[in-house]
């Protein structure tokens, strides 16, 4: 008997509730095209707008009448206080964050914290309610944007960074794919990162990430070399004899035993529950099938030197640059501190770059952004589309009432 098949539309089920509503009234006369906008001591709030006319039953045919919504808008424009405490309007760019039990007020592309803390959410949201009508927040700060005090929570000097490691790779010659910073361009208004700070932030964001490509592509290519010293690498701590092969992973597991032979101090179980989670962190697959990957034993090389429960990703980057040691001469020891400096380096160079990505993105657009305004009003729609404007193919379902005339069999 053949049974009719239903295609659920999930991501519009679960995403895309009031999507075609909204995407209609940011668009209509009147309405403003942002989550809030305050002006004359009230504030449009852009889902009140939505849940009044969903109220009304004006959407129910999934047309909207311009001249009903305008009867509705002024509703929408509330007291700064229900707009902050009712409809949780954060005034951009800022956000509440916990501070040592208490609550502080952060600017996020900042990364800074605007002066004082509160015992409470409720205590917070005075606060935010007088950010949101243009007042300021006094208090001592490291420096002033826009005339309101705020101290950094990182710092911009690259001499507080860890020690660079040395890595002895020339700078000549073909280089591998690198994580450049993708903002290069300065943005005057962060008064503690300078024009020459940031330049030099870049230029030595962009040579480490350089050097570390290229040492890291001479790790894979010498990968045989280094699976056949497999034994000195104290993989044997990664062991763990209570860990058993799960029942419905026999197969897989004598699978991972033929395809790494060189992981004979590691158990059946170990092995398995290893290669599980190196698929898991740097593949991205769970369902995952065994196959023969180099990249496995940086994985466990990190694993060593990092600790158990390192981060899978930054794991193998860190057994990568011990390999690259490992290379050079280096006892496995030393391979193995290297390969931690490289990591932990490379891990707060990128995240003062990233500060210092954040803050220019946010100062080139806020120079022209109205001020007490909202960010526009985005739906999961617009995602979609973005989404199928880039290398998108298009399959067609059709269904209709016919497919499911068929009787229910129950047995």
């Not at 497999?230 to 597991?253: Q, T």
């Amino acid at each position: 008997m053949t049974y009719p098949i239903v295609f659920l539309d999930e991501a519009g089920y679960y995403f895309a509730n009031n999507d075609q509503l909204k995407e209609q009234l940011r668009t209509m006369p009147g309405v403003p095209n942002a989550q809030y906008l305050s002006r004359d001591g009230k504030v449009f709030v852009f889902d009140k707008l939505v849940r009044l006319v969903s109220a009304a039953g004006m959407s129910a045919d999934g047309k909207v009448d311009p001249v009903q919504v305008a009867k509705l808008l002024p509703q929408a424009w509330v007291e700064p206080e229900l707009a902050v405490v009712s409809f949780d309007v954060v005034p951009e760019p800022y956000e509440l964050v916990d501070k040592e039990g208490a609550v502080a007020i952060r600017h996020r592309p900042f990364n800074a914290l605007l002066p004082g803390s509160y015992a409470s959410k409720t205590d917070a949201q005075k606060a935010l309610v007088k950010l949101l009508v243009g007042e300021v927040i006094r208090g001592e700060g490291q420096f002033e944007y826009r005339g309101q005090p705020m101290t950094l929570q990182h710092s911009f000097e690259l001499q507080k960074l860890p020690a660079r490691p040395f890595i002895d790779v020339d700078d000549e010659g073909d280089a591998p794919y690198f994580w450049r910073m993708d903002v290069d361009t300065y943005c005057p208004g962060l008064p503690p990162l300078s024009a020459d700070a940031f330049t030099e932030l870049v230029n030595a964001h962009n040579s480490w990430s350089a050097k570390e490509r290229r040492a890291q592509k001479r790790t894979r290519a010498a990968s045989d070399e280094l699976w056949r010293d497999a034994v000195r690498y104290s993989l044997a701590s990664l062991n763990d004899l209570s860990e058993k092969l799960p029942e419905y992973g026999f197969e897989d597991g004598a699978e991972l035993r033929r395809l790494y032979p060189e992981l004979s101090m590691l158990g059946d179980g170990s092995l398995y529950s290893w290669y599980s989670s190196f698929a898991d962190d740097c593949l991205c697959l769970r369902g995952w099938t065994p196959a023969r990957d180099d990249d496995f034993l940086f994985f466990l090389l990190g694993k060593v030197a990092r600790g158990h429960e390192a981060n899978g990703y930054y794991a193998r980057e860190a057994g990568l640059m011990a390999g690259f040691a490992l290379l050079c001469g280096s006892t496995v020891a030393d391979a193995l501190r290297f390969g931690i400096e490289c990591s932990l380096y490379r891990a707060a160079l990128g995240a003062m770059a990233g500060h210092a990505r954040s803050a220019m993105r946010f100062l080139a657009q806020d120079k022209d952004a109205p001020p007490l305004q909202g960010s526009k009003v985005t739906t999961m729609l617009d995602l979609f589309r973005a989404g199928r404007s880039v290398k998108s193919r298009f399959a067609y379902a059709e269904q209709s009432l016919s497919d499911f005339e068929t009787p229910v069999v129950q047995g």
